[in-house]
Every structure is written in structure tokens, then in C-alpha cells.
């Protein structure tokens, strides 16, 4: 048979799509493929042996499908990046603790409110039945850091943390290590929680139940780096992919401490967007004016709008309590991916001729209802010592972003 040039064509096109064709089903074998964790496959890739897709089966080798992290209440995403820390206003105390740099901060989660009230009354009753009665008053928040010697506060030292009135302002006159336990126990009745609610066997171990996907990331203090990135909150600056049209010196757009903006924030147009001390002896402005914060101590944690992130009163209200121990010149020796200063390594508090510094001392963040605005810019750094604690002091938890959804 004779066959023309035109049809020897057409028969060799022929071939090479059936070929490809035979390649391609040989590629796309059971289970092979692009894998994630919500889809693993049925079949190792590796050695072609069948996964066990039931955590019943202890035959088999047993992955586990997950879409996503398992998160704990009141936590917002911050998604993490690259960002310039550092304090970016003029640095009127010459402390000079904080210069600008730029590192990257892994995704993770914050609490979108500080802990009120309310919530360490929780803790302190979960608390007594596992601890001693001189334990419990060790953890108790410290009511007289209201009162003064030239002032009269009784009314706070009193109230402030029991009545009901003040339920959801945050909490005061919590230490460092006091705020380090509610993190700790927070952890543990959650997880708990979240055992009794999803059914989740309780004889699994820890490294079980993340080899699951069901353990609960450990609630924890934010670092000072995680705590300033989310506070600035500049994903609110974003436009055209990288670029970001203006810095901030505060956790809103803006010079000022008042809302530019008619629309954007919910409130009106110049009405504060921060608690804070507005000069000597102005805590709150004049009285019947609607433009002032009105506020003379801290304030209901959802009462000023929340930054871009949906954290509320990451300036004003109350200082948070941070991780880190506090070094002046911790900018020159942190990392440049998750800074953190664990202790006092690289900057020895031998090397300081003052006993202030010290692997006691942690660092405070954000300005409160008692400080000037120049304390407001995230920027700002103090420090006090750990088992300390004051009536403008109180904190939040974070909590790791494990890995990406769907990946």
C-alpha cells in the first residue's frame, strides 16, 4: 500500500497523540498528581503503597485530610510579610531603642480585643479547682495599683475589676508572669473544649493529636515584632500588588489622633480614634463635648474603631505586655525573620552598668488611657519588670499560623 506524503502526516500527528495520550494515563496513576493536605492522595507517591484514610486503621500507614488550621475564639488572622519596624516619628525621648529595619513576620493570629475584665475573672475561677488558695491570690489582678497617695481612686481600687459595669474593660494590674499563666491556661481549657466538642479521643498524646490536625496552637504573649506589624496594620496601605501609598505613626491613616475620614471609620469625622491622656491633667477632655473621648480611665475594649487588621485599641486604652526582654539596642542584634528576644544573649546585662537591665525586665507596648500620644505610635518601647504591675498594663495572647490553608 502507497501512501502520500499528506497522509504519512496525518498518520504520524496520529501517533504522537495516542502516544501522548498512553504517557499521560500512565502519569495520572491513583492518587498521583499535585497533593495538599485537604487532598493527600490514596497512594504514596514514593513507594506506591495505599494510604489509610481512617484513624482507626493502625494496619496501615494513616494520613490525615486537613483544610485547615484549627483556631481558638477571638483570634483574627494577621497575614504575615515584609515590613519596616522601628520607630518612624521623631524620637523626642532620645532613647534611641528602636531604629527602623526592615524583616519579614510570619502569618499568625491575635486576639482582636485586650483581655477584660471578665475573662480573667474565668481564668482565676477555672484556676481554684487545681491550685492552692495562696496560689489564686498570687494570681489575682492587684486592686491597689488604683490607689495614691495624693489621689483618691478608691472607687476604681474597689470596682474596677469585680463590678459588673466593668466587665469588658480590660483587665489591670497584671504582671507579666501573671499574663504568661493565663496564656498557658487558656491553652489547656480550650484544647479541652475543643476535645469534649469534636469528640477527640482523649488518650491521644500531643505529638497523636498533631499528627491529626485537631491540637490547638499554644496561646502565648506576641512578640514585640509580631505585636508592632500588627498594630500598624499597613495591608491597609496596600494598593497595585507591592506598592503602599504612605507609612503610618499610628495604627490608622493619618498625623493626627483624630478620624480624617467620613466614611471609612465608624464614628464621625474627627472623633478620637485612641484613649489616651491628651496633656497634664486632660484625661478626657471637656465635659458635653462629643468630639472628646470622654473617657478618664480605660474604656470597654470594642469602644474605638478597630485598625485595619480588626484589632481594637492597639494605641490607647491600655499598654499590652509583650514577650521579648527588654535590651536597648535589640534592633541591632535581632534576626530579620520572627525577631525575638528570648533572653539576654549577644547583650549581656553585665555590660550595663545599671541593674534595670536585666532578663526580668519585658517590654510594654501601645500607650494607654494615663499616656501622651507620642506612646501611641507602635514604634514605642518600655519596659518593666516582669512580675510588676500597674493600673495602664494589661495584654493579649497570639498564636501561630501553622502552615497555608489548602496547601
Sequence with gaps: MVFGKSNLRMIAATLLIVGGAILSSCNKQTGYGRRTAAKPGKVSPTTGASYSLSDKDTTNFYVTRVAKQIIGPNLKYIQGGRAVLGSQEQDVMAFRDNVERTVTIASFYMDETEITNNDYREFIFNMRKKVSAD?????????????????????????????????????????????????????????????EKNKIDSTLNKNQLIERGVSLPEYRLPSEAEWEYAAKAMIGTQYMDENQEQGRIYPWDGRGVRNPYNIKRKGRQGDFLGNFKRGRGDYAGIAGSVSNDGDIIPANVYDYPPNDFGLYNMAGNVNEWVNDVYRPLSYQDFDDLNPLRKDGVFDEEETYGTTMITDEFRVYKGGSWRDVTYWLAPGTRRFMHQDSATNHIGFRCAMIAIGQQGK
Aim: proline fraction near 5%.
Design 135 to 195: 496560689s489564686i491570690l498570687k494570681l489575682e489582678p492587684a486592686e491597689s495599683v488604683w490607689a495614691g497617695s495624693l489621689s483618691y481612686n478608691d472607687v476604681y481600687d474597689t470596682y474596677y475589676y469585680r463590678f459588673p459595669g466593668f466587665n469588658f474593660y480590660p483587665v489591670a494590674g497584671v504582671s507579666w508572669t501573671q499574663a504568661s499563666v493565663y496564656a498557658k491556661w487558656r491553652t489547656e481549657y480550650v484544647s479541652e473544649l475543643m476535645r
